[in-house]
């Protein structure tokens, strides 16, 4: 499984971007993917994640933390293959190395990073205030 993260940036705090996983060599509804984000000097932390075809949890199968709910959205473009992470009203405690991860399984919240094989490259998010 290769994914491919990509769509961050500089933005101004309330400005909005959109993250993108594409997956390659395999469709990514077959897997639950997660957003992760790590800001220097913390633990890398779970953000999102939309769960897949293995996906067998009761309830909703997608999942926010609470810092971003209401805010970020996760969505799959199935016929691009991809997952997208859109990102509103953005925080300068936003600001963080993001990356997208995907597990063939249910992983729980609040998402340990543990539960996800495969992972794809960062892409920076600044949000300046």
């Known amino acids: 499984v290769q994914l491919q993260t990509s769509g961050g940036g500089l933005v101004q705090a309330g400005g909005s971007l959109r993250l993108s996983c594409a997956g390659s060599?395999?469709?990514?509804?077959?897997?639950?993917i997660g957003w992760f984000r790590q800001a220097p000097g913390k633990e890398r932390e779970g953000v999102s994640y939309?769960?897949?075809?293995?996906?067998?949890?009761?309830?909703?199968?997608?999942y926010y933390a609470d810092s971003v709910k209401g805010r970020f959205t996760i969505s799959r473009d199935i016929a691009k293959n991809t997952v997208i992470l859109q990102m509103n009203g953005l925080k300068p405690e936003d600001t963080a190395v993001y990356y997208c991860?995907?597990?063939?399984?249910?992983?729980?919240?609040?998402?340990?990073?543990?539960?996800?094989?495969?992972w794809g490259q960062g892409t920076l998010v600044t949000v300046s205030s």
């Open positions: 991860a995907a597990s063939p399984g249910t992983p729980s919240p609040p998402m340990s990073p543990d539960e996800f094989d495969y």
């Open positions: 060599r395999v469709r990514l509804e077959y897997y639950t």
């Open positions: 939309i769960g897949g075809s293995g996906f067998s949890a009761s309830g909703s199968n997608t």
